[in-house]
Nanobody, 121 residues
């Protein structure tokens, strides 16, 4: 089964930048994409961005579009999230996710442990 380990979180001032990394191991052909989600305590986990391993198709949530960039390095089995122009509203625990297809075109998620991003005003 796939394993995901996030790193790169920390404390940054508003307007600053931070880059997150997610190392993925044990991936198979069923694990077709990976992405980032974020969660504030008491709130539902929210989609941030995703990328397909093969085609490189990108998707972004509207609140981060134009500020965040998701990328991948297939040789290193790693995805990244470069976050620019950070706002206090970006403060959350960020999770890496692996997307896999199940029968009936269902999508199954595998999660990393999360990394904390705190943006001060």
């Amino acid at each position: 089964q796939v394993q995901l380990v996030e790193s790169g979180g920390g404390l940054v001032q508003a307007g600053g930048s931070l880059t997150l990394s997610c190392a993925v191991s044990g991936r198979t052909s069923k694990d077709y994409a990976a992405g980032w989600f974020r969660q504030i305590p008491g709130e539902e986990r929210a989609f941030v961005a995703s990328i397909n391993w093969s085609a490189g198709t990108l998707s972004y949530a509207q609140p981060v579009r134009g500020r965040f960039t998701i990328s991948k390095d297939n040789a290193r089995n790693t995805i990244y999230l470069q976050m620019n122009s950070l706002k206090p509203d970006d403060t959350a625990t960020y999770y890496c996710a692996s997307y896999s297809r199940a029968p009936g075109d269902r999508v199954v998620y595998e999660w990393g442990q999360g990394t904390q991003v705190t943006v001060s005003s």
